[in-house]
């Protein structure tokens, strides 16, 4: 990595004085010198990349290999960071030092790197109804594809692999989930590169910014959830929504009629998407997206804003706290 960064005029010096942990002097073109704390991580994934915490001090953070999306998380948070592939982004007045775009070399490259079934955008189907519901994995292959809307093959398929790779443990006929941390990152990183962009079906205006407050029936009787920022701020009200976000068989056109939706133009502030799972809301409270999709919503988005949400709700939800503990 620092042969890299010498390539670009970068001199990086360990802090030898520092007591609490690993901490870097940075000399950039100019001739400036700066301190970092630096965040060591084996592995980085876009999710891991919107909640690595970043000290009080300027912050480097430092892994094998950077992918694109997740350097647009770190960035999105005016994070720092280097990798042994030489991709890196260094920001401050008087310099900026930005790579992108650079692989990690063949032979660091990893079997559990290839794209699997489990996390293409089928596949995602399957992952995301059992980390909803870990219990659920012992379910028959039926259930879980109906959960799912996918077939009893990519079911298949996504338990063999999930084995492999010791996310699923199986004791004769019983099945558990587990290491579901690392599972849900890997999860939230396919789904926010794959499979996000594919399930926008419409944007809308909206002449009153605040009408999905008074929407909750509307919504129930389309059969539609919030999820997104509107999502988010109704699980712990931290987040003022900029963009409303549904989830939708089709158009919700009871919520669309009643509170005056148009057409957008351009992006819109109300975005309709498709609701890719099959099992039905809770007739409690408001009608919601499970929280593990929501927060893939906020990661997806790579503005600050969703991204400090993100990490509050994960730390926050009792669904997300529970996937973290294994």
């Known amino acids: ?29 100019t001739g400036s010198r700066h301190r970092y704390d630096v965040v060591l991580r084996e592995r980085l994934s876009t999710a891991t990349a919107a909640t690595v915490p970043l000290l ?17 998380v770190l960035r999105g948070r005016g994070a720092h960071f280097a990798d042994t592939a030489g991709n890196v982004h260094l920001r401050w007045p008087d310099a900026v030092v930005d790579v992108r775009g650079r692989r ?21 189907r399957v992952t995301f109804s059992l980390l909803c519901d870990p219990g659920t994995v ?18 298949q398929a996504v338990l063999e692999e999930l084995q492999g790779q010791g996310h699923l443990l199986v004791d004769g006929r019983r099945r558990t989930l587990h290491g579901t941390r690392l599972l849900f990152d890997r999860w939230v990183e396919a789904y926010v590169v794959r499979t996000a962009p594919r399930l926008t079906r419409a944007r809308f205006d909206s002449s009153d910014h605040s009408w999905w407050r008074h929407a909750d029936e509307d919504l129930r009787s389309d059969g539609a959830v919030w999820g997104g920022e509107t999502g988010a701020h109704l699980l712990d009200g931290f987040l003022s929504p900029a963009v409303a976000t549904v989830y939708s068989d089709g158009l919700p056109r009871q919520t669309l009629l009643a509170h005056r939706l148009r057409k957008a133009d351009g992006v819109g502030d109300v975005v309709v998407r498709e609701r890719f799972w099959n099992w039905p809301t809770p007739a409690e409270g408001h009608p919601l997206a499970p929280p593990p999709l929501v927060y893939a919503d906020l990661v997806a988005t790579t503005d600050p804003r969703c991204l400090e949400a993100a990490e509050r709700l994960r730390s926050g939800d009792a669904v997300l706290r529970r996937l973290d503990l294994s």
């Open 104 to 124: 990690p070399p063949t032979s660091e490259a990893r079997p559990t790197d290839r794209p699997l079934r489990a996390y293409s955008p089928r596949g995602q």
């Open 56 to 72: 009080d001090g300027p912050s480097l953070v430092v892994t094998r290999h950077v992918a694109d999306a997740a350097a647009e």
């Open 138 to 155: 012992g379910e028959s292959y039926r259930t879980i594809a109906e959960r799912s809307r996918t077939s009893l093959g990519t079911v």
């Open 1 to 29: 990595m620092q042969d890299h960064l010498r390539e670009l005029g970068v001199v990086v010096e360990e802090d030898l004085d520092d007591p609490t942990g690993p901490a870097w002097w940075v000399v950039l073109p």
